[in-house]
């Protein structure tokens, strides 16, 4: 009989995971997140990144207790930055009973185009956001005193479900991807701090992404109700300095943008992209050796379309376009590199080139 027992239990233990492996695949678009290792109460944290551009997309910096047994243990605290707004971003306290108090702020910027410093001030007796060293809102009152759990800082990138919220979404923004340069915590050291308002905190550590720091950071591999992603380690990706976090298909997972493919593919060649640096007009040089459509586009390092140069058939022979250094909206883009991408229906071509005002 406990023979029995314990076999019908490995059997139960079985189908459950299998069932919750198989509702954790089932989701259609895969996301990334880091999260510290360890938990903080109070302080400042402090993050410089470029957000993901595009409805339906949110990028985040924030803080929370990952011990939630029922939603009267919720405690967070949001930065979240939603694609579908050019010039806002959104900061939010959750209180125990999941209560949000939600603030939506405008910016004078655009968060997708350049990077910004965003910053969390966390007190027993309030918290504050502030973005480029400038207080945009804070928060006091009878629910800050109930933040009162350590929580672990967190940055992710995903595809909410609510449409109302985060905006339509299509799959073919993908992939998207949103950009973190550095790190900060500050403890809060009311007698002794140095920084931040009142002078309330003290430096502790930076992590300035130069790799991946397994005993300060974790990649999750989990999802949640309401989100329409997975989280996997794959787009979580440490390059060039910078912790890069994905959207993407699952097909396609990881971060692409920034490796140069060959110049060349069967059906043609890029033949040059000059001036490399350019600052008014960049004049894209190709070789049709096989005819095709084609389509030629600038996107910045974060996967967002900057502008499509052409979008038509080319015969056989030798072409020269021109990009203008405008945005789709009949801006001029911002100092910085950016990648061209051409495609045909013989494969596709990439190289970095940069703009110069």
């Known amino acids: 009989m406990g023979e029995k027992l314990k076999s019908r239990a490995g059997i139960s233990a079985l189908i459950f995971v299998f069932v919750f492996q198989s509702w954790l695949n089932c989701k259609p678009y895969k996301g990334g997140e880091l999260r510290t290792i360890r938990s903080f109460l109070y302080g400042r944290f402090e993050v410089r990144f470029k957000s993901a551009r595009g ?18 243990d919720w405690n967070e605290i949001d930065i979240e930055v939603l694609g579908r707004y050019e010039k806002n971003v959104q900061f939010n306290t959750i209180t125990p009973g999941r209560e949000n108090h939600v ?3 405008p910016l004078s910027f655009s ?7 965003y910053a969390i001030e966390w007190t027993p007796n309030y918290v504050a956001w502030y973005v480029d060293s400038v207080q945009l809102t804070i928060q006091v009152g009878e629910h800050i005193a109930q933040l009162n759990k350590p929580q672990k800082i967190m ?7 609510a449409k109302d919220w985060a905006g339509e979404f299509s799959d073919t923004l993908l992939p998207r ?5 550095w790190v900060r915590y500050y403890r809060y050291d009311p007698e002794n701090g140095n920084y931040g308002w009142g002078n309330k905190f003290s430096f502790e550590w930076e992590d300035n992404f130069d790799y991946f720091d397994t005993q300060r950071w974790q990649k999750a591999t989990h999802t949640f109700e309401g989100n329409n992603c997975d989280f996997i380690p794959e787009n979580v990706v440490f390059k060039d ?31 040059n992209a000059y001036p490399n640096p350019f600052n008014s007009h960049l004049n894209i040089a190709l070789n049709v050796k096989k005819e095709s459509d084609f389509q ?14 052409y979008n038509n058939y080319l015969c056989l022979g030798q072409h020269i376009l021109q990009f203008n250094g405008m945005d789709r909206y009949g801006k001029d883009i911002h100092s910085g590199m950016y990648i061209l991408r051409i495609d045909s229906n013989y494969g596709t071509v990439r190289k970095k080139v940069t703009f110069l005002k």
């Open 111 to 117: 968060p997708h185009d350049g990077f910004h410093v």
């Open 296 to 309: 030629i586009s600038i996107y910045d390092l974060c996967g967002n379309l900057v502008n499509e140069v």
């Open 55 to 72: 409805s339906g997309i949110v990028s985040s910096f924030f803080t929370f207790y990952d011990n939630v047994s029922s939603l009267d």
């Open 241 to 271: 300095g910078y912790m890069i976090l994905c959207l993407t298909t699952p097909e396609n997972p990881g971060y692409s943008w920034i490796d140069e493919n060959d110049l060349f593919c069967d059906g043609f060649e890029l033949l």
């Open 155 to 161: 940055m992710n990138l995903w595809q909410p479900t």
């Open 103 to 105: 603030e939506l702020k």
């Open 177 to 181: 991807y949103a950009v973190y340069d």
